[in-house]
């Protein structure tokens, strides 16, 4: 298993568990201690964990900085790509649509539907896996903002970013983040901060794509209030009901899916605008 892999299932595993011992990842990734506790050692000089006596534990980033695409684009997969399902139902031929750089988000390139669209894109890796899922047939028309790419992130971020952003017009703005509580949506870097308000003030209807895990949480940067919000999409699960409640409460209209579940037909029409 090659090194990115196991910092990967050690951090899943972090995901779940408050804490990691070197016996328990020789167990799980088939490797020698002194090779684990390399990969504590490199995920501590990271800040994505704690090195502990006998092994390594969860850590906030509090930095601001984003963690690599690589260590979060396996996490609640299957929720991610329900929620991504769900979220392109909602287009419609010849839509245009801005979506940001996120790990939910990168999902959509699995289920844009085969019809004429428009996307407008700060992701790198979004951009290239629509290309490729559609090489050998016309895809959607692809608009890649300019910017500095974030590191291990495959994201363009920066005033360019923001610029780029601001000078188009969209239907839709499909966004990821940090996290969303009462007090609106958050994010953990202030350039992606940057680049969705400029998202937000140029599109018609805001989808925010969220795991339970984003629910109910906050993270360094706030985004904006729930009423700049149109709907969030997220997965059912027993931990954020009453978080989901007190959103709704707060007017944000939401739609859960069943992770692995056949995405519905779209519960908003073009009537129900903001």
Not at 42 to 60: F, P
Not at 114 to 128: C, H
Not at 193 to 206: D, F, G, P, S, T
């Amino acid at each position: 298993m090659l090194r990115h892999e196991r910092h990967r299932h050690i951090l899943a595993y972090l995901t779940e568990h408050d804490a990691m011992s070197v016996e328990t990842a020789v167990l799980l990734l088939k490797t020698s201690p002194a090779t684990v506790r390399r990969d504590f050692n490199d995920l501590a000089r990271q800040h994505l964990a704690v090195r502990t006596h006998g092994g390594i534990g969860t850590a906030r980033i509090s930095t601001g900085d984003m963690v690599p695409f690589w260590c979060r684009e396996d996490q609640y997969s299957k929720e991610k790509s329900a929620i991504a399902k769900e979220t392109a139902s909602l287009l419609k031929p010849n839509d245009i649509v801005m979506i940001d750089g996120g790990t939910t988000t990168f999902y959509l390139a699995d289920h844009l539907p085969q019809f004429p669209l428009r996307v407008i894109t700060n992701s790198i890796r979004l951009a290239v896996a629509i290309d490729e899922r559609w090489s050998s047939d016309p895809g959607p028309e692809l608009f890649l903002t300019g910017g500095y790419i974030y590191p291990q992130s495959g994201v363009l971020i920066g005033p360019q970013a923001t610029a780029s952003f601001a000078r188009y017009h969209a239907d839709w703005a499909f966004m990821s983040v940090g996290g969303i509580c009462s007090s609106g949506i958050h994010n953990t870097n202030e350039f992606v901060v940057e680049n969705q308000l400029a998202m937000i003030e140029r599109a018609e209807r805001v989808i925010i794509m969220a795991d339970h895990s984003k629910i109910g949480s906050m993270s360094m940067c706030r985004v904006c209030g729930l009423d700049r919000i149109h709907t969030l999409i997220t997965d059912r699960h027993p931990s954020t009901v009453f978080a989901l409640k007190q959103l709704e409460s707060e007017g944000l209209r939401i739609i859960t899916v069943e992770p692995g579940a056949l995405s519905s037909r779209a519960r908003i029409a073009r009537a129900a605008d903001k």
